[in-house]
């Protein structure tokens, strides 16, 4: 009898809640990779809604802030808005340590990204990190290639 797997972290609340109407495929890798993550994640974002994602391209352009995201969700829309069939393909994560969600650990995500990556292979499912893109990083970002 083989022991089972023991599992080093789950999705939070939080996460599951950010999970709601986001492409079956990409649930399935978040919800395999957090079991044996080398750290904690937590999902801070999956769908958005038009106005959500205006409001997300503003920021270092009409309003404060540093830019992040080149999608502005009207003429240039968003894999974190709903595709025909309702869904969303994309989601954000940061690693989550000493209790709170670290958003300035770029060396975390980056270790978090390799596992994602490697996991979304051995499932056979196509995604795209966003800290891999050439020109706009954006380490967070993760989306399924269809």
Do not use: C
Request: hydrophobic share 35%; no cysteine; proline share 2%.
């Amino acid at each position: 009898i083989q022991a089972e797997e023991k599992t080093k972290y789950k999705l939070s609340e939080r996460s599951l809640k950010n999970l709601v109407q986001i492409h079956p495929d990409l649930i399935k890798i978040m919800k395999e990779a957090i079991k044996n993550s080398p750290v904690d994640f937590t999902i801070t974002d999956g769908l958005r809604t038009t106005a959500e994602q205006q409001a997300l391209y503003a920021k270092g352009r009409t309003v404060a802030g540093t830019r992040v995201t080149q999608k502005n969700g009207t003429t240039n829309k968003s894999n974190h808005q709903a595709k025909g069939d309702g869904l969303g393909y994309a989601v954000d994560l940061y690693s989550f340590y000493d209790g709170k969600v670290q958003v300035d650990d770029d060396k975390k995500l980056k270790v978090i990204a390799e596992h994602i990556k490697a996991v979304a292979k051995d499932l056979k499912i196509n995604i795209e990190w966003g800290g891999d893109w050439k020109t706009f990083k954006d380490y967070p970002h993760f989306e399924l290639k269809k």
